[in-house]
């Protein structure tokens, strides 16, 4: 399953909004297989806030651990989201 991003926006900033996108998310991940890859892709974005994406990553990695794949991650603003959530939250993900 690829989760694309930019369907929620160039700018993704803010948790009441970070939670929605999970919301939705997690919605349409209902008959995911056991066995399938979440990827998630960041292609097209401007910008995003590390609260945003802290709403979205973490409980998706908490859920599907590994299964979790983070692809196209060029934007600046989401390298260093990453860094802290990684920093501070511990959290790891993968990507490619």
Known sequence: MIIE???FGEDLHGRPQGKDAYD???ARL??????????VDFKGL?????SWLDEVLTPLQNRFGDR???RNVTNLSAKLSLDVLRDVGG??????
């Open 24 to 26: 939705s998310i997690i």
């Open 68 to 70: 979790l794949v983070l």
């Open 46 to 50: 401007k910008s995003c806030s590390t």
């Open 91 to 96: 959290k790891k993900f993968r990507t490619e």
């Open 30 to 39: 209902g008959d995911i297989r056991s066995d399938e890859e979440i990827i």
């Open 5 to 7: 991003f930019i369907k």
